[in-house]
């Protein structure tokens, strides 16, 4: 077990964001973001949240589906109190030069965008994405809805315009898709054991976390969307697509064993993310690729049958 409590502080650099304090330190020669679990606002029970937990996991997973990802490391520190917290470790992976320009504020740039930097309609997202103009924006937007079903999966209800983003050099003038980071708000980190024992025992219960909530932060209409409704309708050709691409790569042994190996998490937390990714796999994306695929058989027919059709006729 790492503990980050005597590592050098960086007092000169800060950071923003709602969810717990952070810190620089250095840990052996390199600049990490030391991340401490904030207090639940929901749950009275629990003393803090899981969101050191769910960040290192949710982290590790989303690297098994070939994304670049932040690096994370889990440990520990002792408060001035002498009282202990699970912590993570993220990464700097801003160097040699480069810097990090969340998404809201290249968004700031777009100057016929209707809504603010800061603004998660769906529909402005991807037009600013369309007009910026610092990566490719084919690329960009495979790029995000990649990351939206990998959200789905891990059930993320807090990835907004702010946490995610590009990597800009301006010594070289160029720039290029940041890694994946700030995955806190993955893996229900306001979930208490009793909580999670309850949602084991009841399909209901279950359904409802899959279903209903969480939702996502980008909203369609001004209402935030369903996980499960905008994958399964297969309105969008580009979500199509990620979802084939990500389905694909998911490897629930491989999962499982992540979530096995996660220190300091009891075994009925470890029942509860397996059973949880799982049941959002099955339920949300392997229901629509079943669909996708269906759809696609059809309009395969079609043409196949309006092209004999047309061989008869001649």
């Known amino acids: ?149 990998a959200d789905a999966f891990l059930g993320n209800f807090d990835r907004h315009n702010g946490n995610w983003g590009i990597l800009v050099d301006e010594q070289k003038q160029c720039a290029d898709i940041a890694p994946v980071y700030d995955c806190g708000s993955c893996l229900y980190p306001q979930m208490d054991e009793a909580g999670m024992q309850a949602i084991l025992n009841d399909e209901k219960e279950i359904n409802q976390r899959v279903y209903v909530f969480p939702t996502s932060a980008i909203l369609e209409n001004g209402k935030k969307i369903s996980y499960f409704d905008i994958i399964s309708s297969l309105k969008n050709e580009d979500c199509n697509r990620a979802l084939k691409r990500i389905a694909e790569r998911i490897d629930m042994e491989q999962l499982n064993k992540l979530v096995a190996e996660t220190p300091f998490i009891t075994e009925l937390q470890k029942d509860f993310y397996k059973v949880m990714l799982l049941e959002r796999k099955e339920k949300i994306l392997d229901y629509s690729m079943e669909l996708l695929l269906k759809q696609e058989l059809s309009l395969r027919e079609q043409q196949g049958s309006s092209g004999q059709t047309h061989e008869l006729t001649m």
């Open 1 to 149: 077990m790492i503990d980050f409590t005597n590592c050098p502080v960086n007092k000169f650099k800060g950071y923003g964001g709602a969810n717990g304090n952070k810190i620089n330190i250095m840990y052996e020669g390199q600049s990490y973001m030391l991340k401490f679990p904030p207090v639940p606002n929901k749950s009275k029970v629990m003393s803090y949240t899981n969101s050191c937990i769910s960040e290192y996991l949710a982290c590790h997973i989303i690297e098994s589906l070939e994304f670049d990802v932040q690096e994370t490391v889990l440990g520990t520190y002792i408060d001035k109190r002498g009282k202990e917290k699970v912590v993570v470790a993220c990464k700097d992976f801003t160097a040699d030069g480069k810097r990090l320009m969340e998404f809201a504020h290249l968004k700031n740039t777009c100057v016929d965008s209707e809504q603010s930097g800061y603004g998660t309609e769906l529909s402005s997202i991807i037009k600013a994405i369309d007009e910026q103009s610092l990566v490719e924006p084919q690329k960009l937007k495979d790029f995000f809805w990649d990351m939206f079903i």
